[in-house]
T-cell receptor
Framework: EPEVTQTPSHQVTQMGQEVILRCVPI?????FYWYRQILGQKVEFLVS????????KSEIFDDQFSVERPDGSNFTLKIRSTKLEDSAMYFC???????????FGSGTRLTVV | AQSVTQLGSHVSVSEGALVLLRCNYS??????LFWYVQYPNQGLQLLLK??????LVKGINGFEAEFKKSETSFHLTKPSAHMSDAAEYFC???????????FGAGTILRVKS
């Protein structure tokens, strides 16, 4: 069964450093998403991406965050200057259809120290 | 705006007993509804989804859910719990534009032997 692949599975970074989280969505999917889950809390929407532009972003997705689909297969989330409160599990998801069933990756656990 | 309420942050059942996880939603438009399961240290796996049509939806691992518009509910059930069902379960609703999923807070299911 097709999968959404995320790398790395774990990342530890120092506060203030830039991190890039990588995702390879399912090849025929057109809609891409990033969500995060702070330990013990809800899964929260960050951003949706379609046709090479952001469709919607949450209030969490401030100027420190950016997304890119650099080569037609990868989908990346960049955090420019990480803060302690950015520590979370970050999930990438993709969907073939709008409002369809999303397929999630297994996540990247980001720890900011 | 869409929202999801999951009643019971923790549910404990005996092996072989009925599993019932409750989900109520709020949506100004016909909802698309989803149940995801998250095993420890893993990603989100789609259990089942309701979009249109038959209101009783069958998913993987013997789970099913019934969409009840009059009750704004989408409860998840399984006739007989298995130890391997122990996980966290998330109900989610797709927003109007399909740009994101709105998740409930999750219910941790414990299965006792």
């Amino acid at each position: 069964e097709p999968e959404v692949t995320q790398t790395p599975s774990h990342q530890v970074t120092q506060m203030g450093q830039e991190v890039i989280l990588r995702c390879v969505p399912i090849s025929n999917h057109l809609y891409f998403y990033w969500y995060r889950q702070i330990l013990g809390q809800k899964v929260e929407f960050l951003v949706s991406f379609y046709n090479n532009e952001i469709s919607e972003k949450s209030e969490i997705f401030d100027d420190q965050f950016s997304v890119e689909r650099p080569d037609g297969s990868n989908f990346t989330l960049k955090i420019r200057s990480t803060k302690l409160e950015d520590s979370a599990m970050y999930f990438c998801a993709s969907s073939e259809l709008r409002r369809g069933g999303y397929t999630f990756g297994s996540g990247t656990r980001l720890t900011v120290v | 705006a869409q929202s999801v309420t999951q009643l019971g942050s923790h549910v404990s059942v005996s092996e072989g007993a009925l599993v019932l996880l409750r989900c109520n939603y709020s949506s100004s438009v016909p909802p698309y509804l989803f149940w995801y399961v998250q095993y420890p240290n893993q990603g989100l796996q789609l259990l089942l989804k309701y979009t249109t049509g038959a209101t009783l939806v069958k998913g993987i691992n013997g789970f099913e859910a019934e969409f009840k518009k009059s009750e704004t509910s989408f409860h998840l059930t399984k006739p007989s719990a298995h130890m391997s069902d122990a996980a966290e379960y998330f109900c989610a609703v797709s927003d109007v534009d399909g740009n994101k999923l709105v998740f409930g807070a999750g219910t941790i299911l414990r299965v006792k032997s």
